[in-house]
């Protein structure tokens, strides 16, 4: 039996024009991509938890993915994530930041984020607390520089242990692992070893912390290689970043 599909991208093709894989297209390869990482990693691909990432997208997007079955949104500037925290409240999204996060901004974002990815300083530290200690402890992961460059948002890793002590003492952030960017110009792999490594080392010191932050479009197969278990994946699923408003 022949079909003739009336889709557009079916369409298009006939007209000769590149076909462009639409959102639910691309969500699906890089769920597929996930699974086969995983299992080439001998993982279980339950144990991942995809987060998109939305920045600089508009909340027409956003609704489009919670429609795809999507729960785990990833954004990086403050009062862009604000703005659709609020107007999307009703839709039981979950909300990463994932920014630099500066500190006077800090309890601002814990008011609507549900993790924070980017703690990285002991100010930071101190200016999420929450003084009144009633708030729900947040999830934090601790972000670590894995490279040479000090201007990088992330703790050095020679910095890591004394910051997990910090975070260990503050009752209002539950900490729940390590967080990197793989830096430009170096094999991914090589450096989620190294973040790998800084995990073990947290582990040691708070043993329930377990989960790593890592892994984005182009290289979150060699992070789940290194045992990640939260992948920040932005334009693989939502095709290119608008420009910076
Ligand atoms: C933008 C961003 C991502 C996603 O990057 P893609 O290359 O679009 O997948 C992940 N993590 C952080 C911290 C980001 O800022």
């Not at 990086?76 to 604000?82: D, L, N, V």
């Not at 009633?134 to 890793?157: M, Y």
């Not at 990197?180 to 989620?192: D, S, V």
Request: hydrophobic share 45%; glycine share 8%.
């Amino acid at each position: 039996m022949t079909t003739i599909s009336t889709s557009p991208t079916s369409s298009s093709k006939h007209l000769g024009v590149a076909a462009v894989p639409d959102l639910s297209e691309r969500l699906a390869a890089v769920r597929g991509g996930i699974t086969d990482a995983a299992r080439a990693a001998s993982r279980d691909p339950a144990e991942l938890t995809l987060i998109v990432v939305t920045k600089f997208h508009p909340v027409s997007l956003i609704r489009e993915l919670a429609q795809l079955g999507v729960r785990e949104m990833g954004e990086s500037r403050h009062q862009e994530a604000q703005a659709k925290a609020a107007e999307l409240s009703g839709l039981g999204l979950r909300w990463h930041f994932i920014g630099q996060l500066q500190s006077k901004k800090a309890r601002a974002v814990r008011a609507y984020a549900d993790v924070i990815h980017s703690v990285d300083r002991a100010a930071l530290v101190t200016a999420l607390a929450d003084p009144t200690a009633t708030a729900e402890p947040i999830d934090c992961f601790l972000q670590v520089n894995l490279t040479d460059d000090p201007s990088r948002g992330g703790v050095a890793p020679a910095g890591l242990s004394a910051l997990v002590e910090k975070v260990a003492g503050a009752p209002s952030l539950k900490l729940l692992g390590v967080m990197a960017i793989a830096p430009l110009g170096e094999e991914p792999r090589r450096a989620f070893a190294r973040l790998r490594n800084a995990s073990d080392r947290l582990i040691s010191i708070v043993p329930g912390a377990t989960a790593i932050s890592a892994g984005m479009s182009h290289d979150y197969a060699d992070a789940i290689a290194e045992g990640a278990t939260h992948l920040r994946i932005g334009s693989a699923i939502t095709g290119n970043r608008p420009v910076a408003g």
